[in-house]
C-alpha cells in the first residue's frame, strides 16, 4: 500500500479537499476546461476523433515531460448485476497500458464503496487503483483514445469505462480527460497552468470561460 498511501499523503499536502472524482474542474478554484471534441461536423466525420486525440495528446505532452514523476489514479467500477453485463465492458487501463511490465507489482488497489439494491443485492463496488511511474513507462496515447471513445464501443476500437486521473507531483496538476468532449486541468497555484491558459485559450470551453477568465486575467 506504499504507493496508495503515498498518492494520500500528496493529495493531503497539496490538494486537502478536493477529491478525484467526476467534475474535478468544478471541485477546484484553479482550473482549467478544454473542449477536446470539435463537434461541428459530427462525431461520424473521421477528423472528430483526430482533434480528440490531438488535443488530448498535446495538452499531456504540454503538462507531462518525460522525466516528471507522475501518479495514474485510475477509478473504476465492477458491477455484480446479471441485468447490467455491458457495463463491466471496455478496457482495463491497468494493466493494459503499463508498457514497464515491472511497474506492475507496485499497482495498489483499494476498494471504495460496495452499492446495494433495495433488496439487499450488491449492485457493485467501487474501487481505486494507483501506480507512480514516468511517462513513457505508460501508453498514455493509448489511454486517452480508450476514455475517448468510452461512449462509442459499438465504433469497434478499444475503449475504457474507467474514471483516469493523471498527477504531476513536481507542477502539481492534475489532468482529467473525462471523454471524447473535454478536459479539466486543476493546480494549486496560478502560475502553474497560466502558460496553458494563454497558449490553448481558443480550445477552453465557452461555457465555463468567464469563471476561468476571472481566475486567470484577476
Known sequence: MDGMNR??????????KLELA???FY???IGLRFEIGVPYQGIEHPSYFQTVKMRSVCLFEEIFDAADEMCVVVNSYENQLQDYPFLNTGINIIPTFITNKDLLAEVDRV???????EDGQLAGISYQSCVWCKRDEIDY????TA????????????FTREGVYFINSRSHIIYHLY???GLGVVSNH??????LYRKYNSWILDYDRQRIDSVFKS
Open 141 to 144: 496515447k493509448g489511454i486517452l
Open 27 to 29: 471541485h477546484s478554484p
Open 190 to 195: 496560478v502560475f502553474s497552468i497560466s502558460g
Open 147 to 158: 476514455i475517448g471513445y468510452q461512449d462509442f464501443p459499438h465504433f469497434n476500437h478499444p
Open 7 to 16: 498518492l494520500n499523503n500528496y493529495m493531503e499536502a497539496n490538494f486537502p
Open 179 to 181: 471523454d471524447d468532449r
Open 22 to 24: 467526476p467534475a474535478l
Open 111 to 117: 476498494e471504495l464503496e460496495r452499492e446495494y439494491e
